[in-house]
């Protein structure tokens, strides 16, 4: 593997400062989707301009959709209106982003063309019949590959209005009903088995969609007309979390990250790091559109095992990298239980976190649903990212606290989600030093 991309971390604990992280990725996605197909002109400020949002944005111009780009986070949507979207020239490639794919299927059932969605090597590892399910429910005509991409979506079907309850906690799948249901004759209904992100539910009614939004149901009739919105994107919690779990490690001084979205079904994380004994503070409280934002400030903390309620796992399930980097370098033992979702990620992140942890020579083992991490110190080597952004960026934490450096093989996903994680890293003290790979 001598020529893929890598991060080389020293370690060091001197870390902290001010700090801003680039647009909620969720957040991002919505707000293009939904002005494209919105009567009116939409601005969306705070756009998180990474590979996995521009594939969205890409995808949406190949369909004739006019997206001004006065900035790479100010963009204006031109909306076509509920039909205004064309027929692509080609398959739609959505990269790595999951995201990007599931809900566009929701939202392509509804068209009156047909349309191929694909994407890169990991995308193409994973479940897509969770999204296809519901939509054939509801009308919708949608092949899989065996249950994966490239899927096909079949224009010019009739949708009518379903009453979903998911089998899993996800809200992709819920995101893409709702989409449909946009389109779908009659009320469209999901019911959630726990509480996800909700982020579709709060900007719907920005774009003149009225959502009737209970705490694990919402509501949408259609057909549905929306009006273009202006957007404001709080900072990705998602991608705040590295830097405050390198304030947790840190030596000396906190870090403080402003303008980050709080919506209540993305801070697992925070009550997760909080039963490890992060010290985590909150202040500036405010809203952005129909979102809590608020300055986090993380201080240096001593950390311990913790056992993770499971309840806690959908709220925070993006972070679990993170929050098993940080259970390597705590005091005491840390337990995850029913976390399985994680091997449907852009990698297996149970088996490819605990793989790279015993490479640092951590005791930690998996299980099928979790893992068991003993929290101690890691020691130098090469792990392997396995092309994962988050994961990446956990190990990058991590290395801060190793007895000898530690470096990180095929970092270039971090694009996906953060780009500017190093010079972010480095600029609050962190010795992170990237290499780009010598050809493929
Ligand atoms: C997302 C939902 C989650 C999350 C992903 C973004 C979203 O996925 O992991 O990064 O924007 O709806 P699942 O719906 O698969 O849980």
């Known amino acids: ?43 969306i400020n705070g756009f998180l301009a990474s590979e996995d949002c521009r594939a969205t944005l890409a995808a949406l111009r190949a369909m004739g959709a006019a997206i001004d780009e ?17 027929r692509p020239p080609g398959p739609l490639d959505l990269g790595n982003s999951g995201t990007a794919m599931r809900l566009l299927i929701g939202l392509m059932a509804g068209q009156d063309f047909s349309t191929e969605l694909t994407g890169d090597e990991s995308l193409c590892r994973r479940p897509m019949e969770r999204v296809a399910a519901p939509l054939r429910e ?22 009518s209005g379903i009453d979903y309850r998911l089998p899993l906690a996800s809200a992709q799948v819920k995101s893409a009903v709702l989409l449909a249901a946009l389109y779908a004759q009659g009320q469209t209904r999901v019911i959630e088995p726990a509480v996800t992100r909700d982020h579709t539910e709060r ?26 919105a202006r957007i404001d994107v709080p900072g990705d919690l998602s991608s705040a979390a590295f830097l405050l779990g390198a304030a947790f490690l840190s030596e000396r001084d906190p870090v403080t ?34 979102e809590p934002v608020a300055s ?39 337990r995850v239980t029913g976390a399985a979702e994680l091997r449907h990620k852009e990698s297996d992140r149970i088996a490819v976190m605990i793989q790279a942890l015993r490479k640092l020579g951590i005791d930690a083992e998996e299980s099928a649903d979790g893992a068991r991490i003993a929290g101690g110190r890691p020691c130098g080597g090469t792990v392997d990212s396995h092309d994962d952004h988050r994961v990446a ?48």
């Not at 890598?6 to 293009?32: E, N, Q, T, W």
């Open 1 to 43: 593997m001598n020529g893929a991309s890598r991060f080389i971390v020293r370690p060091g604990r001197r870390f902290g400062g001010v700090a801003i992280v680039p647009g909620d990725k969720s957040i991002s996605h919505r707000a293009l989707l939904l002005g494209a197909i919105a009567n009116g002109l939409t601005e």
């Open 70 to 86: 006065q900035a790479p986070d100010r963009l204006s949507v031109s909306g076509l209106g509920p039909n205004g979207l064309q």
């Open 138 to 159: 509801m009308g919708a005509e949608i092949d899989t590959t065996n249950g994966k991409p490239p899927v096909c979506i079949k224009g010019k079907t009739k949708l």
């Open 203 to 228: 900007m719907l009614p920005a774009f003149g969609v009225p959502v009737t939004h209970g705490e694990r149901t919402a509501a949408i009739d259609g057909p549905a007309r929306l009006t273009g």
């Open 257 to 290: 990250i402003e303008r980050v979205g709080i919506n209540p079904t993305r801070t697992g994380v925070l009550a997760v790091l909080g039963l490890m004994g992060a010290e985590i503070r909150t202040e500036n409280h405010t809203t952005m559109g129909n």
């Open 296 to 334: 986090l400030i993380g201080l240096p903390s001593a950390l311990t095992g913790a056992t993770i309620p499971p309840e806690l796992v959908p709220l925070a399930i993006d972070e679990f990298p993170l929050i098993f980097a940080l259970a390597a370098c705590a005091k005491g033992e840390t």
């Open 393 to 440: 960026m956990a190990l990058a934490v991590a290395g801060m606290m190793a007895t000898a450096p530690v470096t990180i093989l095929n970092v270039d996903n971090v694009a996906t989600s953060f780009p500017g994680f190093v010079p972010a890293m480095q600029s609050l003290g962190l010795d992170l030093q990237y290499e780009p790979g010598s050809g493929k």
